[in-house]
């Protein structure tokens, strides 16, 4: 009965627009004071020992690369060179969108950074090329959603912190299917051109396309740098987030020399601003997940379960849906931290592989970004295009139709995710 209240007071906070964070952990005090097993001081042990974990030290190196990848230039360097070679095809302007969100999402591992620093860029510059502008806003927020698929991941390092999986691991499983995801919306930006008949920038000389690729070298270096870094031993995912940091700034700041002393206050109060929100979310739910641990609530579900001997396909069918309808008003650092302790004990009885999850997991937080009412990347691309919510929402609803059918793909062919990590590890 408890558990039961506990959820609904949860449900009754944020409907009142209290900061899932703190719904969480508010929640959860209340039903622990009225248990009787409860004492403030227990509470933030609890919230503090959440963030101890080495592993968490990664998500602010990777936020801050991030953003300050998305101010110092790279990003444009590396949209030039993508349309140095492709931006004359027929539709090459959606091709060079989704191509160098795939390679953006290789250096920071976030959705929304992804989405703004493409399609602060790419939006003007093909709404100027004669493309429709809600399909273009679609297309960046879509594409955008790469971020967190493609490692580094963020929502792949709360996973396996949560987990206990190897983050180098879960990495490696998202390679495959972030190729896979990259292509098929690349395949469909280039029906949707030639259906519409979308033209593409004057045809660039040999010289012209070779020199925007030089200018363009230390942004496509970083993705190695980094996962090279991971796969190689020679860095752990926290060392490896601090590394891409400081070859961002240096490349911004002395190469590019984009990034002035004045932009360091905002980047930092980005960073800050973003890295704390998840902190707070991950040290609230602990504490929710303390409770539920303590009632024993995982173990009566996968009881339950395996009572009824639900096959697993019929579990991959409700966990899905239940994580697409829960995208539509959480983020992707909420719906893993609330539900994977439940769901673990599940898996574990049925035989499931917590790497192939976290990837059929990931595709779906892809969709919380861009499902309303609160998808991260709607907001982004919204804000950027100077657009209402509404048209952005119109422009992105073909691509989580496509989403949702790669999905199924993943469910059903664990060895697209497995293929790499099995190899390596």
Known sequence: MLTVTLFLIFIFLFLLNVPIAISLALSTVIILSLSGDFSLYMVMQRMVASLTNPALMAIPGFVFAGVIMSRGGIAKYLIDAANAWLGHLKGG?????????????????????????IGSIMIPGMVRSGYDKIYAMGLVAASGTLGILIPPSIPMVLYGVTAEESIGQLFMAGVIPGIILGCVLILTAIIYARKRNYGGLPKQSSRERWLATFKALPALFLPFLILGSIYLGVATPTE?????????????????????????????????????????????AMVFALYLTNERVPWMVSEWIAARKIPVWMFFFITQLMFFIMGT?????????????????????LGIDPIHFAVVMTVNMELAQITPPVGLNLFVVSSIAKEPLEKVILGVLPFIMIMIAVLIVFVALPQLSLFLPQLMY
């Open 93 to 117: 302007l959606s091709i060079v969108t989704v191509l160098t969100c795939m390679i953006f999402a290789a250096i920071c591992g976030s959705s929304p950074a992804t989405a703004a620093a």
């Open 240 to 284: 490896a987030a601090m590394i891409a940091s400081l070859y961002a700034i240096l490349v911004s700041a002395f190469l590019y020399r984009e990034l002035h002393l004045r932009d360091i206050r905002d980047i930092l109060k980005e960073s800050v601003s973003t890295t704390s929100m998840i902190y707070l979310i991950i040290s609230a």
């Open 329 to 349: 008003f959480l983020e992707a650092a909420s719906i893993i931290l609330i539900t994977l302790p439940i769901l673990l004990p599940i898996m574990k009885g």
